[in-house]
C-alpha cells in the first residue's frame, strides 16, 4: 500500500511540475517583448531617460488595454543603455536579440540607426526611432526597399534645416557660422541646414565639423573666434549638435566674442535640462534659440501628469514620439501574432505598422495619439507636424514661436 501511495504522490508531483512548466511556457509565448534602446548617459542623457519613463507609462497602458479588452498577450520592455554610442548601440541590439527581442523602440540617433542597419535588415528585426532624422542615404539607404524594417516617427531633416534656416533669416542674419558634430545625424541636419541658408541668401563663413567624443574644444573655439572676428550683430553661429554644446560654452571664455552673436541650436540641444543646469547665463547670453519637432495634441497633458507624479519635469517630443510609436508597435505586432498563428514575421508586422499608425491616428483602436496625425511616406519616415523654436530665458527654456511646415514661416509667440 506505502509503494502505491508513494507512487501515486510521484505521479501528482510530476504532473505537477508538467502543468506548472506548460503554465509558465504559455506564459512567456503570452509575452511581446520589446526592446527599449536609449541614452541613459552620454551626450543624450536627459532626453534618453524621458523615453525611458515614457516607456514605462506605456507598458502599463498597453497592458491594461490589451487585459480590457480580453487581448491574450501584454507587452514587457527591456531597457538599455546606449550611451548615444553607435558600437555599444549594436551590441546592446546583438544581446536583446539573442534573447528572442525582434521589436524595438529606438535607438535614437541617426548614427546609431545608421549603424544597426545591416544587423536589422539580415536578422529581419523592426525598429521604431522616435528621433532618428537624418536623411535616407545618410543613413545607408539607397532605396524604401533597404529601410522597410526601419520606421522613424519625425520628420527628417529636410524638414528641420528649413526650419533653422528660416530662424536665421527671421532674426536678421546676414553671416553666420556652423558648428556640427561630425557623425550621420550632424552631416545630414548641416547638409540641409547650408542649403537652406543659402536659398536665404545667408553667407556661410565657414563650417566646422568637431569630433562626437570631443574633449578639448580649444581648436574649435579658436577657429570660430578667428572667423568671427571684426563681424557685427547680423553674424551669428549655428550648432548642431547634442549635449555637449555646455562643454563647448563652459570652455568659451566670458569676454569672448563669440558670446557677442546670437547663437542656434537644433533639437539635439532644444529645453537641454544639461545647458540650464552648466551653463545657464552664457546660453541666455546668445539666446540659444533651438528648433525641436512640436506636434502634441491635449492627450500629451495627460503623459505630462504622469510625469509630475514621478517627480520629473516635463518630456520632450521625442519622447511623445516613443509613446505613440509603442502603441502603434504593440497593436500591430498582435495583429501580426493573430495571422501568423503566434510566430514572427518581419514582413506582416513592417505591413501592419504601416497601415495602423493610419488607424491609430484616426482613433480607430480607441486610443488618441499623444502626437496628433501619423503620416509615413514611402521611407516610413514621418512626414507630418512643425517645428518648436525654443529660447534660453532666466525662467528657463521657453517656446518663442512656431515653423509652420505648411507655410514655411516663423509665427513667434512670446518674443
Known sequence: ??????????????????????????????????????????????????????????????????EERGIPYRVKIYVEDTKSDPKVCLDKMQALHAQGINFYLGPRSSAEVKNAKNFVNSNKLVIISSASTAPPEIIGCTTPEEKKYIFRFTPTDDFQGNAIGDVAKELGLKNVIVIYRKDAWGDGLEKATVKKLKANRINVIDEIPYDPNIGDWSPIIQTATDKIAGKGADTGIIFIGYEEAATLLAQIKDDSPLLAHVWIGCDGTANSEKILEEVKEKAIKVKFYSTMFKSETEEAEKIKEEFKKRGLGEPDQYALNAYDAFWVGAISYVEMLNETGGKYNADILAKKIKENAIKYSEGQFGITPVTGYIKLNEWNDRVSGNYGIYVVTEEGWKLAGIWDSTTKKVNWINE
Request: hydrophobic fraction near 40%; include cysteine; aromatic fraction near 6%.
Open 1 to 66: 500500500m506505502r509503494k502505491v501511495i508513494a507512487l501515486l504522490l510521484g505521479a501528482i508531483l510530476i504532473s505537477g511540475v508538467f502543468l506548472s512548466g506548460c503554465t509558465q511556457k504559455q506564459e512567456e509565448e503570452n509575452v511581446i517583448k520589446v526592446g527599449v534602446l536609449t541614452d541613459l548617459s552620454g551626450s543624450l542623457a536627459s532626453y534618453g531617460l524621458n523615453k525611458k519613463i515614457v516607456c514605462e507609462i506605456g507598458e502599463e497602458k498597453i497592458n491594461k488595454y490589451f
